[in-house]
């Protein structure tokens, strides 16, 4: 069974600062999917950032980016000039390719990000 | 992105009653759609996966007898707890996705569920 690991329960972040959260996984299939949700105050889960196993380019989104290590099995999210907003819990999920897996997401434990102004 | 309404957000109910969480997709069709819960804190545990049309697919340790899950079209998915009690008291939160192939999931607004 894959396992997603968050080390990093909680991390703060000066505005405009540079902050990256750590995760790393574990599977021994080839073709999956990686993401980053934020759950802000609201409880609303949403999509941050995704990432397929397959491509060695790093996705990015505007200030979002992510450091895909494929044989590290780590994949870490950098949130460049960060601002309020971005405070929220942030989840690292994964997703099997496989068509058997029911296309379930593993979520990590969760990284509690606080933005301090 | 797509969005999945979820019904109602918050409820109170009292021990021995039943009660029902409505997961819509209003704007695509939902062919698989997932249940979760989450505890304060925490992370999201999948509670189990439903297809239209079929029976739901529970996880090793959720009592498929009291959290009843039906996906009866293909943008409505429901999960009933019954016979509830204070130890169910939790956030509850639907996501659905349009097709195996398109990878992502969109999420409900989650429901948080009180048994009194």
């Known amino acids: 069974a894959q396992t997603v690991t968050q080390s990093q329960p909680e991390m703060s972040v000066q505005e405009a600062e540079t902050v990256t959260l750590s995760c790393t996984y574990d599977?021994?299939?080839?073709?999956?999917?990686l993401f980053w949700y934020k759950q802000p105050p609201s409880r609303q889960m949403i999509l941050v950032i995704r990432?397929?196993?397959?491509?060695?380019q790093n996705a990015t989104e505007n200030r979002f980016s992510v450091n895909f290590q494929k044989a590290a099995k780590s994949f870490s999210l950098k949130i460049s000039d960060s601002q309020l907003g971005d405070a929220a819990m942030y989840f690292c999920?994964?997703?099997?390719?496989?068509?058997?897996?029911?296309?379930?997401?593993?979520f990590g434990e969760g990284t509690q990000l606080t933005v301090n102004p | 992105g797509a969005v999945v309404s979820q019904h109602p957000s918050r409820v109170i109910c009292k021990s021995g009653t039943s009660v029902k969480i409505e997961c819509r997709s209003l704007d695509f069709q939902a062919t698989t759609m997932f249940w979760y819960r989450q505890f304060p804190k925490k992370s999201l545990m999948l509670m189990a996966t439903?297809?239209?049309?079929?029976?739901?697919?529970?996880e090793q340790g959720v009592e498929k007898d009291k959290f009843l899950i039906n996906h009866a079209s293909l943008t409505l998915s429901t999960l009933t707890v019954t016979s509830a009690h204070p130890e169910d008291s939790s956030f509850y939160i639907c996501?659905?996705?349009?097709?195996?192939?398109?990878?992502?999931?969109?999420f409900g607004q989650g429901t948080r569920l009180t048994v009194v």
């Open positions: 999920a994964y997703r099997s390719g496989l068509r058997t897996s029911g296309s379930r997401l593993t």
């Open positions: 990432q397929e196993a397959y491509k060695q």
């Open positions: 599977t021994s299939e080839s073709d999956y999917y």
């Open positions: 439903s297809n239209e049309g079929s029976k739901a697919t529970y």
């Open positions: 996501s659905a996705r349009q097709g195996f192939l398109n990878t992502e999931a969109f």
